[in-house]
């Protein structure tokens, strides 16, 4: 488990991370979502002790990082930049990595071969593909067989085959009790990786709820409804409280409206009951991005002068009350 | 909490090892150290540049010494050239090291700058989150191979230099009070002289805490192009015009220099008015090297890594 209390971190006069305060619980995939500069990167270093932070804490297992004997055998970590020499090989990096924690060097081939870099495994990492090189960092990872991990943008520069490998893995390790702790930009990667989301904008907290709930509450259902008498439905729609956005029409086609405040069955009663002829009704579900684009809009929006981060709006109905569980 | 241990179904090659309750301080120390000449010897800018380091040192003694004698032997004698007649273990062991001592200066910086430079020194801080102990580490295993390389070095640099002086007679010719003079001279070195094997040995202590020195300047400074500069200027520029500083003072103070300092270790004889002894002069330049060591250790512990 990972737990993060007020957590802080300042560079110059900018709040890099601004009081986080979140817990990442054992045995699901928690996905750390936020746009770039958001603070994710930041708030992983500052749990792995490699940041010293302005204020607030980090744990691992009750624990700050620092205080863990041989840490790679509790936590496995994957940062987001390179942390390899181009001119050693993948297997010396590894053997390095496992001497200073007493692993015996059988070890660092049984993580080559869960990623299947064996065979190149002598060569020097100059000569590596992004998606290779991504690959001897999630072995360095495992290389502890650790009960957390921290994964900064695991499938970043990995084939199709290697994002469904992660996303197994990923899964897999969950499924067996593991604290997984993954960032992503992607979020329809996350849509389909992530049990739970802690999402952050400009180092806040905005939400922390799991991936399903998420995607429900927090974007605005709305229905694509399109008719030759586009105006006249507009009107009766804002009649019954519902709210119609005239879209641009396409060529030859009907004007279309995005109505939202009134669901798809309504609209349909409305127009059979006004003999309005209807081309197209249809609700709109929200992807994970569009919801992700809208919550950290609203980050933006209401992000100066709070100091809590329950305290933003936005994040109120998301954050669970008194943290999780 | 972590109510939840890993279970017997690890993913495939994921045969979960025995976790033993923290071992020994003094097998973990074994472990950092095994880690740090795995790191080492797995860059090949460490065997490349140590066998520069012997190339340089070991060729141009060798170039030095023969040309030096071959120009008095045909009297073409410069104010140069009698130091091989005054203090000829001197001579041989300030011409080639002198130039290959820029080497180790080199990869002193490297080891550490090349951590930085990789991103390879996060991985190494996530594997030993109390940070000293890398540093430390890394300090005791280079200081081993800088000792044995240089000391493998010094002595056969000596010995090129011994064989090619040995049995060698000079002719000097000068002037002494408007007389022409000629002299003749018979070379001999021997370890077994006063102060030479202390200087052979002493040039291969020098090189070691050179290399430390170096390598402290690049956990402060943390970049290769800066460090190298910054080391290579301090031994070949900035101590040496140090020696200018007029007056008695600027002698104390170019004295106590780091590598002025520690070169005193690597003369046989000691020059006139010589502030410092051998090991006097040896000692300032450890001290140097160990408040250098220290505030890079300070700093490695603050900065963010």
């Known amino acids: 488990m990972i737990e993060a209390q007020d957590l802080t971190k300042r560079y110059g006069d900018k709040l890099a991370v601004d009081h986080l305060t979140f817990r990442v619980e054992p045995g699901r995939v928690t996905g750390f979502l936020g746009p770039n500069g958001a603070g994710k990167s930041t708030t992983m270093r500052l749990v792995l002790g490699l940041d010293r932070p302005a204020g607030g804490r980090a744990t691992i297992n009750g624990r700050p990082y620092a205080e863990l004997a041989q840490p790679l055998r509790t936590v496995g970590a994957l940062l987001e930049a390179r942390a390899m020499h181009p001119g050693r090989s993948a297997r010396n990096h590894l053997l390095f990595l496992a001497q200073t924690q007493g692993l015996p060097s059988r070890r660092v081939d049984e993580v080559l071969d869960l990623v299947g870099l064996r065979e190149v495994a002598g060569k020097r990492t100059k000569g590596y593909s992004l998606g290779m090189g991504q690959r001897v960092g999630i072995a360095a990872a495992m290389l502890g067989d650790p009960s957390v991990l921290l994964l900064d943008e695991p499938v970043n520069g990995l084939d199709p085959e290697g994002i469904l490998w992660v996303r197994n893995l990923i899964k897999q390790l969950a499924g067996e009790g593991r604290t997984i702790f993954v960032s992503s930009h992607l979020m329809n990667e996350m849509a389909v990786t992530a049990d739970h989301l802690i999402v952050i904008g400009k180092g806040k907290l905005i939400a922390d709820c799991s991936t399903r709930e998420f995607i429900s509450r927090s974007s605005e259902k709305s229905v694509l409804v399109r008719s030759p008498d586009a105006n006249r439905l507009a009107d009766l729609i804002a009649a019954e409280g519902g709210k119609a956005l005239a879209q641009e029409p396409s060529d030859g086609q009907a004007a279309s409206l995005s109505v939202t405040g009134l669901e798809a069955p309504r609209i349909g009663e409305i127009a059979a009951a006004n003999r309005i002829v209807l081309h197209e009704l249809t609700p709109q579900l929200a992807s994970l991005e569009e919801a992700f684009m809208e919550l950290t809009a609203g980050s933006v929006e209401y992000g100066s002068g709070e100091t809590a981060p329950a305290a933003a709006p936005a994040a109120e109905s998301l954050t669970p009350p008194g943290g999780s569980q | 909490m972590s109510a939840v241990s890993p279970p017997p179904a690890s993913p495939s090659a994921l045969t979960a090892p025995a976790r033993p309750a923290p071992r020994p301080a003094r097998r973990a120390g074994r472990g950092l150290l095994l880690a740090e000449w795995t790191k080492m010897r797995s860059v090949r800018s460490t065997p490349w540049t140590l066998v520069i380091f012997a190339c340089v040192s070991l060729g141009l003694t060798g170039l030095f010494t023969w040309l030096t004698l071959h120009s008095l032997n045909s009297g073409r004698n410069g104010a140069r050239d009698s130091g091989i007649l005054t203090d000829p273990v001197s001579f041989i062991l300030g011409t080639g090291l002198g130039l290959g001592q820029l080497a180790i200066c080199v990869l002193g910086v490297l080891v550490i700058t090349g951590e930085y430079s990789s991103g390879t020194i ?184």
């Open chain 2, 122 to 305: 996060r991985a190494s801080l996530l594997a030993v989150p109390h940070r000293y102990p890398v540093m430390l580490a890394k300090a005791l295993v280079f200081a081993v191979l800088v000792f044995m390389a240089g000391e493998i070095v010094a002595f056969c640099s000596y010995f090129i230099g011994a064989v090619l002086v040995n049995g060698e007679t000079v002719t000097v010719t000068g002037r002494i009070a408007g007389h022409a003079v000629t002299a003749h001279r018979t070379l001999n070195v021997s370890l077994s002289q006063p102060g030479v094997l202390r200087a052979v040995f002493g040039s291969g202590l020098y090189l070691t805490v050179l290399g430390l020195f170096a390598l402290a300047i690049g956990g402060l400074i943390r970049h290769t192009a800066g460090a190298i500069t910054a080391v290579i200027g301090m031994v070949l520029v900035i101590f040496p015009l140090a020696g200018l500083l007029p007056d008695s003072w600027g002698a104390h103070i170019h004295t106590y220099l780091p590598t002025v300092a520690g070169q005193l270790i690597t003369q046989d004889k000691p020059t006139a008015g010589q502030l410092l002894s051998a090991w006097q002069g040896f000692g300032v330049f450890c001290a140097w090297t160990a408040l250098l060591l220290a505030a890079a250790i300070v700093l490695l512990q603050r900065r963010d890594a």
